[in-house]
């Protein structure tokens, strides 16, 4: 039960680039653990994860006002072909010619520490006015949760873009959430 405790992100100083869940930085390799012996509650800022509604992800940047995403809800964001998405920014790893990818687009009224939590280990890429908005830190999600990845953003109000790559299927939860 010990491997199963809710998992907070690593300590890692500075600003993080990579996201690859293998090799995250300050992560060592964690047994499986059986989630059918265990339920795990998650974390209050990830409350909204349970109740995901189907959103579909915008190809181009046109179709980003009816891609929006709501801090604290989730949705089961659906993606097309990373060759049929038309980026903001070419994302940092966009996946090869079978992954899938998207954007939504999402407003920040107070500015703190944001977090962008998966159920797979897709490629995040966060844009502000056509820059990449550099992550702050990143980790697993807790055990036997569906939530795979976590990626935290310092933000200031304003709008943002997030990107997806690299999926391995067309359907993916995603929640923005802001950290206390």
Same mark, same amino acid.
């Given at each position: 039960?010990? =491997? &199963?405790?809710?998992?907070?992100?690593?300590?890692? !100083?500075?600003? $993080?680039?990579?996201?690859?869940?293998? !090799?995250? +930085?300050?992560?060592?390799? %964690?047994?499986? #653990?059986? &989630?059918?012996?265990? %339920?795990?509650?998650?974390?209050?800022?990830?409350?909204?994860?349970?109740? %995901?509604?189907?959103?579909?992800?915008? /190809?181009?940047?046109? *179709?980003?006002?009816?891609?929006?995403?709501?801090?604290? /809800?989730?949705?089961?964001?659906?993606?097309? %072909?990373?060759?049929?998405?038309?980026?903001?920014?070419?994302? @940092? /790893?966009? *996946?090869?010619?079978?992954?899938?990818?998207?954007?939504? *687009?999402?407003?920040?009224? @107070?500015?703190?520490?944001?977090?962008?939590?998966?159920?797979?280990? +897709?490629?995040?890429?966060? $844009?502000?006015?056509?820059? =990449? $908005? @550099?992550?702050?830190?990143?980790?697993?999600?807790?055990?036997?949760?569906?939530?795979? /990845?976590?990626?935290?953003?310092?933000? #200031?109000?304003?709008?943002?873009?997030?990107?997806? +790559?690299?999926?391995?299927?067309?359907?993916?939860?995603?929640?923005? =959430?802001?950290?206390?």
């Amino acid at each position: 039960m010990a =491997a &199963c405790a809710g998992l907070a992100l690593a300590g890692v !100083a500075g600003p $993080v680039s990579a996201q690859d869940t293998p !090799a995250m +930085a300050g992560m060592e390799h %964690r047994a499986p #653990v059986d &989630c059918s012996l265990v %339920r795990m509650a998650l974390p209050p800022e990830l409350a909204g994860w349970s109740s %995901r509604a189907p959103a579909p992800a915008a /190809k181009d940047k046109g *179709g980003l006002k009816k891609a929006a995403l709501t801090v604290g /809800k989730a949705v089961d964001a659906g993606l097309m %072909r990373t060759s049929d998405v038309r980026y903001i920014l070419r994302p @940092e /790893k966009p *996946g090869g010619s079978v992954s899938y990818g998207g954007m939504f *687009g999402f407003t920040i009224s @107070e500015a703190g520490t944001y977090r962008v939590a998966l159920g797979s280990g +897709a490629w995040i890429d966060l $844009v502000k006015d056509g820059k =990449a $908005v @550099e992550s702050s830190n990143h980790g697993h999600g807790p055990d036997c949760t569906g939530v795979r /990845k976590m990626v935290d953003f310092p933000l #200031v109000p304003g709008r943002y873009v997030l990107q997806l +790559a690299a999926n391995g299927g067309e359907g993916l939860p995603v929640m923005i =959430a802001k950290l206390p």
